[in-house]
């Protein structure tokens, strides 16, 4: 379990810091997935990964705007 959360960490960042792989993940996660990890893996697997990696995503996101609402008041 620990192995898969530190592949979700790992891309979210890539995700995070390359515009390009941002916009491939959003029209084709599974082939940006696979190729960030470097291996075709298995729909189970790989779905597994995309879901953490959406959650990840949005929490981060939803982080940041927490953020900055606190910086208002």
Known sequence: MDDLK???????TKIQKDP???????????????DLV??????????????G???KLTMDNASGIMDKIKGLF
Request: charged share 25%; no cysteine; glycine share 2%.
């Open 6 to 12: 530190n592949q979700i960490t790992a891309i979210v």
């Open 20 to 34: 390009n792989i941002a916009e491939n993940f959003k029209t084709n996660p599974v082939k940006t997935v696979e």
């Open 38 to 51: 470097g291996v075709d893996l298995p729909d189970d697997k790989i779905n597994a990964l995309i879901d």
């Open 53 to 55: 990696v959406k959650a």
